[in-house]
């Protein structure tokens, strides 16, 4: 090719050049746009460091643990678990029922929820997306709420989110008390250090200053017996980019293996460490366990094992008045027992 077709067919910087230099420049800009948050929490992450209690910066003074229960790393950093301030979305039960026969399924028969009714409004929230984000808030029947879920120790306890009057969000610690889950109570002001913790199934501090949670009643069912005992319940919906972490998030195997996630002190002459107890409080306030050493065919409770994406659980054959009033907590054993809530013996 001569000079002059080159001349002819080539493309300098004054006539057009600078158009494909601009085009790669603004390429790049949007690039690093996109890319910088995930790069900003590789390089400014929460704090923790999946070891020393006191790189996660939180406020471990006055601790109050019974003996048998320690607080130990359980994630990386803090908050490594997405949080939902809020459901995407609030589906009525024919709008799931009609998902069933589609690709777009969100409950079908087998699964298990935490059910709620307060002021007569009732709302369902899957175990299947609670797997992912372990805590829900949300305001159900005027009453800001949050929804708590720990697959390891598959406790679920919902909370009243009102502490001292003010409304409150909550984030994931990253830390266990007792294989228990550890909560936070989030700065309004977005400063990140010195918060105390709450044990979730204590519901109180556990460092820091003394606070305590009010619980709000639930039930822990499968998704058909909450739907016919509430017909017009609503249920919390997913986040739907995050289709593929719902799919994978199936702990079903470490509920049917021995092991143990966390160094939790299991005492001989009681249950296996993941067998689901009941812990039932009194009027006194002591708490009366149910665990599948007390079960006999003539009790009205009864084991629901581990399936598909579902814990283990204690269940009433049917849920009487009596049953209603009773303030109920769920768990595995192992970490009923190091928070002093259940006993080896029968």
């Known amino acids: 090719m001569t000079d002059q077709s080159s001349a002819k067919y080539g493309l300098s910087f004054r006539d057009g050049g600078w158009v494909l230099i601009g085009a790669a420049v603004l390429f790049l800009a949007i690039l690093t746009w996109a890319l910088a948050p995930a790069v900003l929490r590789m390089v400014a992450r929460p704090p923790g460091d999946g070891e020393t209690l006191a790189s ?72 299947s997306t609670l797997h992912v984000h372990e805590l829900i808030h949300d305001e159900l029947g005027g009453v800001p709420i949050v929804v708590t879920w720990h697959w390891p120790s598959a406790s679920p306890v919902v909370f009243d989110r009102r502490i001292g009057g003010e409304t409150k969000r909550f984030g994931v610690s990253g830390l266990v008390a007792g294989g228990n889950q550890v909560l936070y109570l989030r700065s309004t002001d977005g400063r990140v250090g010195g918060e105390p913790l709450f044990s979730q199934l204590l519901a109180r501090s556990i460092t820091g200053p003394e606070q305590s949670l009010t619980t709000i009643p639930c039930r822990f069912t499968s998704w058909p017996r909450w739907r016919e005992s509430h017909p017009k319940t609503t249920v919390a919906g997913r986040d739907e ?33 993941k067998s689901p107890v009941v812990l039932a409080e009194s009027p006194d306030g002591r708490w009366t366990q149910i665990t599948e050493l007390d079960l006999s065919p003539e009790g009205d409770w009864g084991l629901v094992p581990a399936g598909r994406r579902q814990p283990p659980r204690l269940e009433p054959e049917t849920w009487s008045e009596a049953h209603r009033k009773l303030n109920i907590r769920h768990a595995l054993w192992h970490a009923a027992h190091a928070l002093g809530l259940a006993r080896p013996e029968k």
């Open 241 to 273: 980019d995050l289709k593929k972490r719902y799919k994978h998030g199936d702990p079903t195997a470490y509920y049917v293996s021995g092991g143990l996630i966390y160094d939790t002190p299991v005492p001989e002459g009681g249950p296996e460490a």
């Open 56 to 127: 996660y910066e939180f406020d471990l003074s006055n601790l109050r643990l019974p003996e048998t229960a320690s607080l130990q790393a359980a994630m990386l950093y803090r908050d490594m678990v997405p949080v939902l301030d809020a459901p995407t979305s609030i589906l009525t039960t024919e709008e799931v029922v009609d998902r069933v026969s589609t690709r777009e399924k969100y409950l079908v028969e087998d699964d298990t929820v935490i059910g709620i009714e307060i002021g007569g409004e009732a709302r369902a929230y899957p175990i």
